[in-house]
């Protein structure tokens, strides 16, 4: 697994962006993705994952309603479309690949990360 995030950038409050996480190695994977985000001075904090098998998904409160995990497992990608931005998303967002088809909430579920995209939300 080798994971690429992209889809960063700067945008307004209210606004929106979708970012794209690729699992760049052409083996197949059955591994769970999450989204994370850090905060300057603050802990990585799980945002959304999906699981593979099925596709269910889950997100933490901050972003329930707003954010939206999908995934196209023909192009090995996970996008997360962040809509109704608020300038307290504006983080370094990164996904990650879980240990298991499951994309559990929390950081020791996952193995393999991608390098961060920031998001930055003006106010």
């Known amino acids: 697994v080798q994971l690429q995030a992209s889809g960063g950038g700067l945008v307004q409050a209210g606004g929106s962006l979708r970012l794209s996480c690729v699992n760049s190695r052409r083996t197949s994977s059955n591994n769970g993705v999450g989204w994370f985000r850090q905060a300057p001075g603050k802990e990585r904090e799980f945002v959304a994952g999906?699981?593979?098998?099925?596709?269910?998904?889950r997100y933490s409160e901050s972003v329930k309603g707003r954010f939206t995990i999908s995934r196209d497992t023909a192009k090995n990608t996970v996008y997360l479309q962040m809509n109704s931005l608020k300038s307290e998303d504006t983080a370094v967002y990164f996904c990650?690949?879980?240990?298991?088809?499951?994309?559990?909430?929390?950081?020791?579920?996952?193995?393999?990360w991608g390098q961060g995209t920031q998001v930055t939300v003006s106010s």
């Open positions: 999906i699981d593979w098998k099925g596709g269910s998904s």
């Open positions: 990650a690949a879980a240990r298991s088809p499951v994309a559990g909430t929390s950081r020791s579920l996952y193995q393999y």
